[in-house]
């Protein structure tokens, strides 16, 4: 009598059988893995990019405060015109501010809903009483009353407050414009942007263009042949506005970061360390751009002076 195994399989042939079992439910894994993410990124995938209506200078101003109630603003800068590629890159860096600047304000109403609640009472008794100024008209030297020699206490304490005001609802204008802003037509395809009848950021103003059916703001620097000379022109400028946009997003998110992790204690402390972090590196920029802008006036000039060909063979 044999005393082997019995049946027909031998120890050779079980390892031979579990390996190939375990590759054929490896292998249905992978199946069931691949086949799973591809149909969840059909079904449950990002939803697609929320389209916002720019086509009349009205629509523009709906999608502006949408954004901003979407926790969109970052998308802001798609709202701006840019002439070139290079511009609309640099706008692009920019949207990363304006929606980092948006999460400052709702860090800062996490961390000090007093000092918020106390500057919002604040400015709502100035508008009650007369005395209180718009975002927008604070920024107009005309509403603030021209005066030469350092800022006097008083200008100082409104600079803070305002700073204070931007940095816990930066975009609250936006969302009270309602019935304040206007247009005016000054042709086909510009307006001119009003903020109670009145010119927006005089003496350069405010305005929007159409191109394609689509609207845009023109940021005023851009708007006056003069005050375009400091827009970058070369490469060199882009970068170097590149690298301010990038300074003043880092100071924006160290700022978020000390108030989240408690280092800032007061909305009064928040502006004065805004101040102190951005100073240094923005002064640093806008040295390095004015350079930049002499080496250009100097191509120009030597352009203007070098002599013209004649023509002659």
Do not use: C
């Not at 027909?8 to 439910?25: D, M």
């Amino acid at each position: 009598m044999s005393s082997g195994p019995t049946g027909s399989q031998t120890p050779e042939t079980k390892p031979k059988s579990g390996i190939k079992g375990f590759a054929l439910f490896l292998g249905a894994l992978v199946v069931l893995v691949v086949g799973g993410i591809g149909l969840g990124s059909l079904l449950f995938g990002p939803p697609p990019k929320k389209q916002y209506d720019r086509s009349t200078p009205e629509e523009v101003l709906a999608a502006a405060k949408d954004m901003v109630l979407n926790s969109d603003a970052e998308r802001l800068s798609e709202l701006f015109y840019a002439e070139n590629d290079q511009m609309r890159e640099l706008y692009a860096r920019l949207g990363l501010v304006l929606g980092h600047v948006q999460d400052l304000g709702v860090a800062i109403n996490a961390r000090f809903p007093d000092d918020v609640a106390k500057a919002r009472a604040t400015a709502e008794a100035a508008a009650k009483s007369g005395k209180g100024l718009s975002l927008l008209q604070q920024f107009n030297p005309a509403q603030r009353g021209a005066r030469n020699g350092p800022p006097s206490a008083a200008d100082s304490e409104r600079w803070n407050q305002l700073l204070q005001t931007i940095a816990s609802d930066p975009y609250a204008w936006l969302t009270d414009a309602q019935g304040r802003l206007s247009f005016t037509y000054i042709d086909d395809e510009r307006v001119a942007v009003l903020w109670d009848g009145k010119p927006v950021l005089p003496p350069l103003g405010l305005i929007m263009r159409q191109e394609q059916g689509q609207w845009a703001v023109v940021l005023p620097l851009a708007g006056l042949p003069m005050a375009s000379r400091f827009m970058p022109q070369t490469p060199d400028e882009y970068s170097i506005w590149g690298s301010l946009i990038q300074m003043a997003d880092n100071v924006i998110v160290d700022l978020e970061k000390d108030v989240r992790e408690g280092r800032l204690t007061s909305l009064d402390n928040l502006a004065r360390t805004a101040g102190e972090k951005a100073a240094p590196p923005m002064l640093m920029g806008m040295i390095a751009y004015n350079k930049a802008l002499e080496e250009r006036r100097r191509r120009e000039r030597e352009a203007k002076a070098a002599p013209k060909p004649t023509g002659d063979g």
